[in-house]
């Protein structure tokens, strides 16, 4: 949020302090059906139909503006795209690190990796995205070779922060569901502790894991648009942008901003439907 | 006692497990509260006694899942209360069948079997898959090589739960109510396949509540209560004589 937004006037509600709190879990939500998303469809065609019909005949039709631009658009979405796979990766492969440190024999590790995941995971992504953007440096210097870090990439850490917390508590959760006598018979068969861990516990945790880390994926790319804040070109930046182009026309906003509603829902649904799907199958096995 | 440092060798007629004044404590609770007996290499050992008398406590010292508080147990020499014990040198020896099978259900029946020799021993797979398949064989499960865990009986389990052991060719095997969680007719299976392994010579010590499967296959017959062994002796005079009144109690209500 910019200063800009939060001058208001001292009688009024401060809307920052107002409870809100992004559940790392979608379960039991109702879920929406494929004819929703046609008609989510229809509905934008729709909108787009009556709002070029009251406005200027030599001006691009909102649909038109769309195609026009639409290259960009997707451009744009493509790197919201790239931001979550690359900020997902990064936090999952230190998630399962931390997670795996929470259930070290070495207690400080533990308490270390404890902490970290309980910090990151409570407090808010868009804050963190600040913190990173601001406290790392536009570029490093290793071995005397200089990396330039651009804004897209800080971001990108900036969100597999709290993907890496996430994820650690994932796996902590998923390694405690193993029954101990499945311990017990790997420690009877002179397995190591750590081969028990990665033969027969992490394999058992993957289809433990599996649903709410697909949740996470899909919340990280929602999340991805909160990028646009600290000024990286992806989709909403781009949105704005192409608005601005087209004259901040009022009429272009809702079909333009519904593009890009259009554009995540089409992604994160099925996404979701296969996460629900992969809960039904496990829950019945 | 032996040194812990400088096992001496040991040889075929030195018992293979011996127990000497083992006690454990879990907190303030004494559960074991100096056991001593003998297994010689060959034997069959049943262990019998009311639950909570520490049976399982009792077998999981002798591979050291479980440590003692005081005592010794010399498993061929090596003693395993010593804390610097290989514990996996060990348990290499000693397999382990558990009442609830434990086998790991993402594996297939072979995969379970072949798991430990090829992670633990880094055996040839090849050669392992083929011994595998014998043990497989070995305990009536030719065909099932392929299914799950989940798609197996509980006394077809069970009897993965063997094989995956004896793939490790341990010198001793322990059975802790392998029979328990079955259904009387799979009972009879594991059973079997546990007689048929006394008789090829394997070193077993059971904790069973099958009384006539004790008095059929148990060369020596122990019996537990409340942390101590109150009775012992070959199952002949153990089951016609017993001399303890809570022998007699116990074996009044269990046969
Ligand atoms: N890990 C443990 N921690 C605390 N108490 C235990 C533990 N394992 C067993 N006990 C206790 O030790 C006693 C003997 O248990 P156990 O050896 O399982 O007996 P049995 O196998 O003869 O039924 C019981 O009172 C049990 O509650
Ligand atoms: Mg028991």
């Given at each position: 949020m910019s200063t800009k937004n939060t001058q208001t006037s001292a009688d009024a509600p401060l809307p920052v302090l107002l409870p809100f709190r992004i559940e790392p879990t979608r379960l039991g939500t109702p879920r929406l059906a494929p004819v929703h998303a046609v008609l989510i469809g229809a509905g934008l065609a729709l909108l787009a139909g009556t709002a070029w019909a009251q406005a200027d005949a030599a001006q691009l039709s909102p649909l038109d503006v769309i195609i026009k631009w639409a290259p960009l658009l997707l451009y744009g979405f493509a790197f919201n795209i790239l931001i979550s796979m690359i900020a997902m990766a990064l936090g999952t492969g230190a998630g399962l690190g931390v997670g795996l440190g929470m259930l070290s024999e070495n207690p400080l590790l533990a308490r270390v990796c404890w902490a970290l995941t309980q910090f990151f995971r409570n407090a808010p992504w868009l804050v963190l995205l600040f913190f990173v953007m601001f406290l790392v440096p536009f570029q490093i210097t290793v071995f005397g070779v200089r990396i330039p870090l651009p804004d897209w990439v800080k971001a990108t850490v900036g969100f597999s922060l709290p993907v890496m917390a996430n994820v650690a508590e994932i796996v902590r959760g998923a390694v405690r569901s193993v029954p101990s006598t499945q311990w017990e018979a790997a420690e009877s068969l002179a397995f190591t502790p750590r081969q028990t861990m990665w033969q027969i516990i992490l394999p058992q945790c993957v289809k433990r894991m599996l649903p709410p880390w697909m949740n996470l994926y899909s919340l990280v790319t929602m999340a991805t648009v909160q990028a646009s804040i600290v000024g990286v070109s992806e989709m909403l930046t781009l949105t704005a942008q192409v608005h601005t182009a087209e004259g901040g026309r009022p009429e272009l906003f809702a079909p333009l901003y519904g593009f890009a509603l259009f554009c995540f829902f089409l992604y994160c649904y099925p996404i979701d439907r296969f996460t629900a799907r992969l809960e039904r199958r496990f829950h019945i096995r | 006692m032996a040194a812990a440092t400088d096992p001496r060798p040991w040889t075929p007629d030195q018992p293979i497990v011996q127990l000497i004044d083992v006690h454990k404590s879990f907190g303030t609770l004494e559960v074991l509260k100096g056991v001593s007996f003998d297994v010689k290499k060959g034997e069959v050992i049943c262990i019998i006694g009311p639950s909570g008398s520490g049976k399982s406590t009792l077998i999981r010292c002798i591979n050291a899942l479980v440590p003692v508080t005081s005592g010794t147990i010399l498993v061929e020499n090596i003693e395993?209360?010593?804390?610097?014990?290989d514990k996996l040198a060990l348990r290499r020896k000693v397999g382990m069948v558990f009442q609830q099978y434990n086998l790991f259900p993402h594996k297939t029946a072979l995969q379970n079997v072949m798991m430990a020799p090829i992670h633990v021993l880094h055996q040839d797979k090849g050669e392992v898959e083929e011994r595998a398949r014998a043990l497989m064989k070995k305990v009536r499960l030719t065909g099932k090589e392929d299914s799950y865990p989940g798609e197996l009986s509980g006394g077809q389990q069970q009897r993965v739960a063997i094989a995956r052991s004896l793939a490790m060719r341990p010198d001793i095997m322990l059975f802790d109510?392998?029979?328990?969680?079955?259904d009387p007719e799979t009972v009879k299976e594991v059973l079997f396949t546990i007689r048929e392994l006394a008789e090829d010579g394997m070193t077993c010590l059971l904790v069973t509540h099958e009384m006539n499967f004790a008095r059929d296959v148990a060369d020596h017959i122990y019996f537990t209560d409340h942390g101590v062994i109150v009775e012992h002796g070959p199952p002949a005079s153990f089951f016609s004589?017993?001399?303890?009144p809570r022998t007699r109690e116990f074996l009044s209500q269990v046969l």
């Open positions: - | 395993v209360a010593d804390p610097k014990l109510e392998v029979t328990a969680a079955l004589a017993p001399s303890d």
